[in-house]
């Protein structure tokens, strides 16, 4: 937000304030999954268990794994061994960063195409206590799947037009604010 204004101005600020939700919603599902695992061990004390937590945690815990995976690429820190990649050229690490980017949105978006027949196959399938269908539990898979691809298409144009493999521009940003790292300097 510049100037204090809620205006958003740039592509860099449509960036990071998807970045910014995106951040809350995951720390939301966690606080919700920790009240839910909190609530089930303290009816279970009582000896009154209460149904709902584990589906509820299960779904949740999905959708927050599925967040994560994006982050994770978003901020290229995905386990991976990379000895012999930085051993290279930079113009060959770049080249090998590309075309395991276009496999990677190939695959992924050969999971994304085949994820909506599961989602209808489960439409009709309940979470018992829930009530809802578990089409909501593969629904995460849209989600990952899209903001991963968009997300890896945007490493790749970074790739060609920098010569970079993560945004550094986007990330710096959401790394300064989140978690002020200007304190621990």
Same mark, same amino acid.
């Given at each position: 937000?510049?100037?204090?204004?809620?205006?958003?101005?740039?592509? @860099?600020?449509?960036?990071?304030?998807?970045? #910014?939700?995106?951040?809350?919603?995951?720390?939301? =599902?966690? +606080?919700?999954?920790?009240?839910?695992?909190?609530?089930?061990?303290?009816?279970?004390?009582?000896?009154?268990?209460?149904?709902?937590?584990?589906?509820?945690?299960?779904?949740?815990?999905?959708?927050?794994?599925?967040?994560?995976?994006?982050?994770?690429?978003?901020?290229?820190?995905?386990?991976?061994?990379?000895?012999? =990649? =930085?051993?290279?050229? #930079?113009?060959?690490?770049?080249?090998?960063?590309?075309?395991?980017?276009?496999?990677?949105?190939?695959?992924?978006?050969?999971?994304?195409?085949?994820?909506?027949?599961?989602?209808?196959?489960?439409?009709?399938?309940?979470?018992?206590? =829930?009530?809802?269908?578990?089409?909501?539990?593969?629904? @995460?898979?849209?989600?990952?799947?899209?903001?991963?691809?968009?997300?890896?298409?945007?490493?790749?144009?970074?790739?060609? #037009? +920098?010569?970079?493999?993560?945004?550094?521009?986007?990330?710096?940003?959401?790394?300064?604010?989140?978690?002020?790292? #200007?304190?621990?300097?």
């Amino acid at each position: 937000m510049k100037n204090g204004k809620n205006a958003i101005k740039t592509p @860099a600020d449509v960036v990071h304030a998807a970045e #910014k939700l995106e951040q809350l919603v995951a720390v939301i =599902l966690f +606080n919700v999954i920790l009240f839910s695992l909190f609530w089930q061990a303290l009816t279970r004390k009582i000896g009154s268990p209460a149904s709902w937590t584990d589906e509820t945690c299960r779904l949740l815990f999905v959708w927050l794994g599925a967040l994560g995976c994006h982050l994770a690429q978003k901020e290229n820190i995905h386990v991976r061994i990379d000895a012999i =990649l =930085l051993a290279l050229p #930079k113009k060959v690490q770049l080249i090998i960063e590309a075309a395991i980017d276009v496999v990677m949105i190939f695959l992924l978006s050969l999971i994304f195409y085949h994820t909506f027949s599961i989602v209808q196959r489960k439409a009709f399938t309940p979470l018992v206590t =829930l009530g809802i269908g578990e089409s909501w539990l593969y629904g @995460a898979m849209f989600l990952w799947t899209a903001l991963t691809i968009i997300e890896m298409i945007a490493q790749l144009v970074n790739i060609v #037009k +920098n010569g970079e493999v993560v945004r550094a521009w986007v990330a710096e940003d959401a790394r300064n604010d989140f978690y002020d790292i #200007k304190e621990w300097e």
